[in-house]
């Protein structure tokens, strides 16, 4: 299966190229990056995560200005930094698909290979493999605006094409295309207490405060939970966490928290409230930075063990939670 879909992989980019060639050089080396195929949780085939890092590839090859790497298959999301060095590329792109009631949930992150730490990330909702792909208009800005921050001479990044989604995918329904169950399955199933994950606070870096919040989202759902990030300060959503609650629909809490940093290790603290603003429960994890994968490993690890923890205090509040509705 790998190996078919390297060979695809490596199709497209190789058509992508050929219509490229004969245009003018550029003044100026073009960034490179490999586009991973997306972490998948739930009932979420672990293929649909290929498919969409393939059609984000493609997109971005044809925006132009940067080069597309194909990435090596089999490599496993903590190899990902050493992998895409290996490529030669300049940054990586990562993110997660999870089903959330009828839609599908995105997170996706650039990670500077040269730093190691994510330089964009952000969040959606979709519905449509069209949905996923409008996301390359983003991703293709935030590379070339990063990789030219040292340039004096560039003061504005040019706009992003505005040529319609390349027709692979189409509007084909992504919650049917990942393999979602029905409506009726879905309400006779038990449905998993979720929680809202808001901005996080600490002395940290926004960057890798920004990995930690993505990285604790996605250990939720190990821990059996589901997760969303909610892009608000944790402030807002203290004041205003019933209204939080009631705008997301099947949301029975809200985590927030800090990202701090100590000589050579780094400690996220989590706090989870529910809805009537109340905190439920705090866990910390304390994670030395020098073991391997530095930083960002440190947060993973310690994100694990703070999601892992506090399943426990968030998973008997679905008892008074109603489904969301579909």
């Not at 992998?83 to 590329?89: D, K, N, S, T, V």
């Not at 004096?152 to 329904?173: E, F, L, R, Y």
Request: net charge negative; glycine share 8%; proline share 6%.
């Amino acid at each position: 299966m790998l190996k078919r879909f390297a060979s695809l992989w490596t199709l497209a980019l190789a058509c992508i190229s050929c219509g490229l060639l004969g245009a003018g050089e550029s003044p100026l080396q073009e960034p490179s990056v490999v586009v991973y195929p997306l972490t998948t949780s739930g009932q979420t085939p672990a293929q649909a995560g290929g498919n969409v890092a393939l059609l984000l590839a493609t997109k971005l090859s044809s925006l132009g200005g940067i080069e597309v790497k194909p990435f090596t298959p089999g490599t496993t999301r903590p190899d990902f930094l050493t992998a895409a060095i290996a490529a030669g590329a300049d940054y990586y792109i990562t993110g997660y698909l999870t089903p959330v009631g009828n839609d599908v949930s995105l997170i996706i992150q650039i990670v500077s290979v040269q730093s190691g730490s994510v330089v964009f990330s952000n969040s959606a909702t979709v519905q449509t493999y069209s949905d996923v792909v409008a996301q390359a208009d983003s991703l293709h800005a935030e590379i070339l605006h990063h990789a030219s921050r040292g340039l004096p001479a560039v003061t504005d990044v040019a706009p992003a094409s505005t040529s319609p989604p390349i027709a692979t995918g189409g509007s084909v329904n992504l919650t049917k295309a990942l393999g979602r169950h029905s409506a009726r399955d879905e309400a006779a199933a038990a449905p998993l207490p979720w929680g809202l994950v808001v901005n996080l606070d600490g002395d940290a870096p926004a960057a890798e405060r920004s990995v930690a919040q993505t990285a604790f989202t996605a250990a939720l759902r190990s821990a059996g939970l589901q997760g969303e990030i909610l892009p608000v300060s944790a402030a807002d959503a203290g004041h205003n966490a019933a209204s939080l609650c009631k705008a997301n629909p099947g949301s029975v809490g809200l985590f927030s928290g800090t990202l701090a940093e100590q000589k050579e290790a780094i400690d996220l603290t989590i706090t989870v409230a529910g809805c009537d603003g109340a905190t439920l429960a705090t866990q910390s994890s304390t994670q030395p930075t020098s073991a391997k994968g530095g930083v960002n490993a440190a947060i993973e690890r310690a994100a694990e063990a703070d999601a892992a923890a506090l399943s426990t205090a968030v998973k008997p509040l679905v008892v008074a939670s109603p489904a969301p509705k579909t």
